[in-house]
């Protein structure tokens, strides 16, 4: 059974950066047929989908235009964990940010999120 | 960016009753199409992938259904533990854009 195990802190201070972790356990971050997703909730916005890395022979990573600028996601393949890292928040970032795993059947390819982290909230503020 | 637009945005119904969700994508997204129950405080849950598969451990009272830009979620009776937030979510190109929501409530 696959699990993400989310860490990271729930308070950060504007215009430093925000870092949380997502652990995997039961598949591996290096997997073929899996992509590492973060999402987003706030009152604001809703669920906005922030990005996502994976490995097809070499890493891959797609953002969100509206982070594109400010966010990394990082694989670790030694801790089979990956990260995001938001820099310069502001309090519009604050939200519960969720790790998510993205499958795909094997036929279309359609793509769904179907294994989810518990949810970090996080709020920025001084 | 591909918009989604869920109605209602709530709802009220009693249990046993039937309901359903719509979703209408800004474009053709084919089935590229998922839907999640979302409990507070608790991690969204896939329900349905490709507009119409369910994902497993699902109650066959969740059925979801159309192509192209407009879909449709049914619950066929409603059960008390299905009273939550429902989003579809468009799964055709990055980046992916949810609904706004839809908040079931017990009448």
């Known amino acids: 059974q696959v699990q993400l195990q989310q860490s990271g802190p729930g308070l950060v201070k504007p215009s430093q950066t925000l870092s949380l972790t997502c652990a995997i356990s039961?598949?591996?971050?290096?997997?073929?047929?899996?992509?590492w997703n973060w999402i987003r909730q706030s009152p604001s916005r809703g669920l906005e989908w922030l990005g996502r890395?994976?490995?097809?022979?070499?890493?891959?990573?797609d953002y969100a235009v509206s982070v594109k600028s400010r966010m990394t996601i990082n694989p670790d393949t030694s801790k089979n964990q990956f990260s995001l890292q938001l820099n310069s928040v502001t309090p519009e970032d604050t939200a519960v940010y969720y790790c998510?795993?993205?499958?795909?059947?094997?036929?279309?390819?359609?793509?769904?999120?179907?294994?989810w982290g518990k949810g970090t909230t996080v709020t920025v503020s001084s | 960016d591909i918009q989604m637009t869920q109605s209602p945005s709530s709802l009220s119904a009693s249990v046993g009753d039937r309901v359903t969700i719509t979703c209408r994508a800004s474009q053709s997204i084919g089935s590229y199409l998922n839907w999640y129950q979302h409990k507070q405080g608790k991690a969204p849950n896939l329900l349905i992938y490709a507009a119409s598969s369910f994902q497993g451990g699902v109650p066959s009272r969740f059925s979801g259904s159309g192509s192209g830009t407009d879909f449709t979620l049914t619950i066929s009776s409603l059960q008390p533990e299905d009273f939550a937030t429902y989003y579809c979510?468009?799964?055709?190109?990055?980046?992916?854009?949810f609904g706004q929501g839809t908040k079931l409530e017990i009448k």
């Open positions: 039961g598949d591996s971050v290096s997997s073929n047929s899996a992509a």
């Open positions: 979510q468009q799964s055709y190109n990055t980046p992916y854009t």
């Open positions: 998510a795993r993205e499958g795909f059947t094997e036929l279309n390819y359609y793509y769904y999120m179907d294994v």
């Open positions: 890395t994976y490995y097809r022979s070499k890493w891959n990573n």
